[in-house]
């Protein structure tokens, strides 16, 4: 289920029924991040009541053509330090919403890749330079505490040469690859996954990323993440204001193990990861 019919589900049960009661407006920026402000200026032009928008990216695009019109989103990772809110519980301005970010996540993935591959020592990490670093930094974090050494390489949309990011990883010992939830990343997931595996490179991506065919995907959904902003739009058509709506995090973790692509990697999936797996690609 794609992300906005997530969205429309959840505003559907709270009785938002499309081209009943509620219209909306969809625009997809689909990893070129330079149409964004081209999109928020025709949204708001638009004069819709509220605006729903999938990361911090976005919200800052919407932000700067309208200051007034409520903003709700979901996967902004620091929505303090991206400047989002003054306040979790009172976030103030025109702006709320859910984040998906778990602290905990980042070595829980780590140790699902070294059940896997028990004698990695050093894990990379690929992240987007266009973003806040709080995940790459957790997932270093997570690494150190785990005996590993971490790489980290923040890629520059909107084309990077991910041939030679995974060279150097490889050149400098990198043993898996982590690809962050991020636009970049998720935009080009399937080029990044064909590379590492023709490099014998395992990969983890985020949960929604699982069709770019990596080794496994592990994460809070981004369609349950869009499905949990329909109680702030619903609240929001009915008066309330978003400065005054806590922002909340919301978790989901599933894993997916991608037994075809262990075999092309020639490494063995635990029976144990296959049972705790919510999906498994033969």
Not at 9 to 17: F, M, P
Not at 254 to 278: F, H, I, K, Y
Request: glycine share 8%; proline share 6%.
């Amino acid at each position: 289920m794609p992300p906005i019919e997530g969205f429309k589900a959840g505003l559907q049960e709270l009785g938002w029924v499309e081209e009943k009661n509620v219209h909306f407006e969809l625009r997809a920026a689909e990893g070129a991040l330079d149409r964004l402000p081209e999109f928020a200026s025709e949204i708001v032009q638009r004069d819709v009541d509220v605006i729903a928008v999938i990361g911090a990216v976005t919200v800052r695009a919407v932000r700067k053509v309208t200051t007034d019109k409520p903003i709700v989103f979901a996967i902004v990772v620091e929505p303090l330090g991206d400047d989002m809110a003054s306040n979790i519980e009172r976030p103030g301005g025109n702006v709320t919403g859910v984040t998906t970010f778990d602290p905990a996540q980042a070595r829980t993935q780590l140790e699902f890749l070294r059940e896997i591959v028990p004698s990695i020592k050093r894990v990379g990490v690929l992240s987007d330079l266009g973003v806040s670093d709080c995940m790459s930094n957790a997932n270093a974090k997570a690494a150190m505490q785990l005996g590993m050494t971490p790489q980290v390489i923040r890629v520059k949309g909107p084309a990077p040469n991910f041939n030679d990011v995974v060279a150097e990883m490889q050149h400098s010992g990198v043993q898996a690859l982590v690809a962050l939830e991020e636009p970049i990343v998720v935009s080009c997931r399937k080029q990044i996954a064909d590379i590492a595996l023709a490099s014998r490179l395992p990969t983890l991506f985020a949960r929604e990323q699982a069709d770019a065919g990596g080794l496994i995907a592990y994460g809070t959904s981004l369609r349950y993440a869009a499905r949990e902003m329909a109680p702030y739009v619903d609240k929001i058509l009915k008066g309330a204001r978003p400065g005054e709506m806590p922002i909340s995090a919301v978790a989901n973790h599933e894993l997916v193990v991608n037994l075809r692509t262990a075999r092309a990697l020639g490494v063995t999936m635990p029976r144990e990861l296959s049972q705790r797996a919510s999906l498994v690609i033969q």
